[in-house]
């Protein structure tokens, strides 16, 4: 499902009863398929202690719970989207960039601690119709969010990957909801996600996912994935 909320009923009982209904279907129709819910990611009432993580106080009372939830059999991995511009504030500030920051290292965190799982950052962006936005923003936003993943990589953790909304190829940018990245147009953006591709293929030709930085190939990796801002 794409963000699933429950309003209705802010203890996520309500949703926790249908991803557990809907997750061991899906499996037993197709157990070779990884699964996952969805979810924006905020914490819910069984971690208040991570109230302090959500963006507002609205996000605990949508009836999804992010450690609950993908604590469900059937679950293979958890999700989380970043959209500090409309959780936060629509206008462009720099107090954006320590959320998203705060943010994916807590569920990075949980998803090793508590989930044992990978965590993907299965949206994020800003949209151009923002207040005050420009490109050199999205693209200091996009760094923080690929060095926060490769700060994860390099010590065999859970932050698995993120995924951009959105790229477009040219021509189709007519259907653009604000957020939309065409490769041609925008080359300093394209260059930061080349690079982080490079890097994570770099990383995965070299080193298994299980050897979490115990072989030989440690410092070589780190010189590899060693993050310059762009």
């Known amino acids: 499902m794409n963000e699933p909320r429950c309003t209705s009923d802010p203890s996520g009982d309500k949703l926790q009863d249908w991803i557990q209904e809907m997750a061991v279907y899906v499996k037993s129709i197709d157990p070779k398929h990884l699964v996952e819910i969805g979810l924006e990611g905020f914490y819910g009432p069984s971690t208040p202690q991570r109230f302090q993580f959500n963006p507002n106080t609205y996000a605990q009372l949508v009836g999804t719970d992010f450690v609950r939830n993908h604590q469900v059999l059937g679950v293979d991995f958890a999700s989380v989207h970043i959209y500090a511009d409309s959780w936060i504030s629509q206008a462009i500030s720099d107090n954006h960039l320590p959320f998203i920051k705060s943010w994916m290292e807590a569920h990075i965190e949980d998803a090793e601690k508590y989930l044992e799982m990978p965590v993907i950052f299965a949206e994020f962006g800003v949209s151009a119709k923002d207040p005050g936005f420009n490109s050199s923003f999205r693209n200091t936003l996009i760094n923080t969010v ?85």
């Not at 926060?148 to 951009?164: F, Q």
């Not at 653009?176 to 890097?199: E, F, M």
């Not at 070299?206 to 440690?218: E, G, P, Q, V, Y």
């Open 146 to 230: 690929y060095k926060t993943i490769l700060n994860s990589t390099k010590k065999g953790g859970s932050g698995a990957g993120s995924l951009l909304w959105q790229l477009f190829p040219d021509g189709t940018d007519y259907m653009d909801d604000g957020y939309a990245i065409v490769l041609s147009k925008s080359p300093s953006t394209s260059s930061i996600i080349s690079l982080q591709s490079t890097r994570l293929a770099l990383f995965n030709s070299m080193c298994s996912w299980r050897c979490h930085w115990s072989c030989n190939k440690k410092h070589v990796m780190e010189k590899i994935l060693y993050y310059d801002e762009l």
